[in-house]
């Protein structure tokens, strides 16, 4: 779980709903092919990218579980909430919950900070809690600000969180959110949207900022002092329009991964077998209801 951890340190203030760069690529994306189609042909966000960029697993057991009646489904058959307070010592006020799903701001509140002298039992509920939090980076919806009790039956094994793949799972997200918003009706954009931001830095030269050379663990870290100011919004959609359109095959970087200066940044376990072959598969992504 080494990549959640560093996702959380990366400083998401540059990122906007709506941020003309995104924006302007999110409307080359085709639902039907998973691919953003570009002047000199279609590319794509790859679990390779996924590894690499953030550090997730991609390989191992897949997310997922039941949303509509999560209820029955809970541990022993205990009340969601009675499961909620053994798990993390505490329920959080009516006025906090909606549903099945808890107020950002109660669980920033409540585990912001774990007391400097805590036991083992504390540590585990202040993990389950950062954990959870860290769910709403990784599947963000639109709201951005509650964060469902489903991950309940994934925190109480603290010891088994590394070996489901989360980096495949949130790429399905990521694809179904971009694949909602194509709809001409849809205004807002859900999912792992830093990803794809990485993903245009590393991919487009021309569009990264300037100063950012140094290269760490994930990849994504880069980037993580960048934070731009003045506004996104109106016409610079227009310019990031334009200035795709004029893209030629030479500005895009087909084998971002076969540099030096990349590679001796890379995790080993990144570099096993196990992990390189899921690159060349055709097959499923699941999280949850969502299969890509």
Known sequence: MAGLYHLARLNDRWFRLGEALVSAFVERWRPETHTFHMPFGECTITLQDVAYQLGLPVDGSYVSGCLSEFYIYIQGG????????????VVPPPSQVQKYAVNCSWFQETF?????VADDETVRRYAR?????????????????????????YVARLEEMGTYSWGSAALAWLYRCMCRV??????K??????LLQFW?????????PEGY??????????????????SEKGPRVQMWRLRIDRLQDREFIWMLYTTLDVLQDV??????????ALWRYVTSLIYFAVTE
């Open 189 to 194: 954009l859900a999912g792992l949207l830093q």
């Open 267 to 276: 995790h080993p376990e990144a570099l096993e077998p196990r992990h390189m």
């Open 213 to 230: 050379e140094t290269f760490s663990w994930p990849l994504a870290s880069r980037w993580s002092g960048y934070n731009p100011s003045g």
């Open 182 to 187: 194509a709809n001409r009706h849809v205004v």
């Open 78 to 89: 205990r009340p969601a909430w009675v499961w909620f307070q053994e798990l993390l010592g």
């Open 112 to 116: 912001g900070e774990c007391p400097k």
């Open 129 to 153: 809690a950062y954990i959870m939090m860290l769910g709403t980076q990784l599947f963000a919806d639109k709201s951005g600000n509650r964060i469902h009790i489903r991950w309940l039956p």
């Open 200 to 208: 245009i830095f590393w991919r487009f030269p021309r569009f990264r």
